[in-house]
């Protein structure tokens, strides 16, 4: 017997880039975070669930935190330049970074949302 190769399917495959885009996405929220002075938030089990959550919706939503993840992702990372630039000139970055915070959060929770909305419209079965 001879070993197969597994392939994946295009769906878990875009599963996981999803999951490993929205953990980036948290890992530089996090730096942003440490350049305003905030305190590390941890990546708790509420945000690690949010992939599956989000894929298991499909349709709309799914789309739609595709989208939004790389749009805020085309947000921050411009920013997140800047603020490393600044921090490696030794210049204070924290007001800055903690307007960038505030948007990668804000974004961050509508993001999140997305997925409450998804349980919010399943249908409700009667017994």
Same mark, same amino acid.
């Given at each position: 017997m001879r070993d197969v190769d597994v392939i994946e399917s295009p769906d878990r495959a875009q599963g996981h880039a999803f999951a490993a885009r929205w953990r980036a996405l948290h890992d530089a929220g996090q730096e942003i975070g440490a350049l305003a002075a905030l305190a590390p938030e941890p990546f708790d089990? !509420?945000? *690690?669930?949010?992939?599956?959550q989000i894929a298991s919706s499909g349709g709309a939503q799914l789309t739609l935190a595709r989208e939004y993840?790389?749009?805020?992702d085309a947000i921050l990372?411009?920013?997140?330049?800047a603020l490393r630039t600044l921090h490696a000139r030794g210049q204070d970055t924290t007001a800055p970074a903690l307007a960038l915070w505030r948007e990668f959060h804000a974004s !961050?929770? *509508?993001?999140l949302a997305l997925a409450r909305e998804a349980k919010l419209e399943e249908p409700v079965?009667?017994?």
């Open positions: 089990d !509420r945000l *690690a669930a949010f992939p599956d993840l790389g749009d805020l990372q411009p920013g997140l330049v !961050r929770g *509508a993001l079965v009667a017994a």
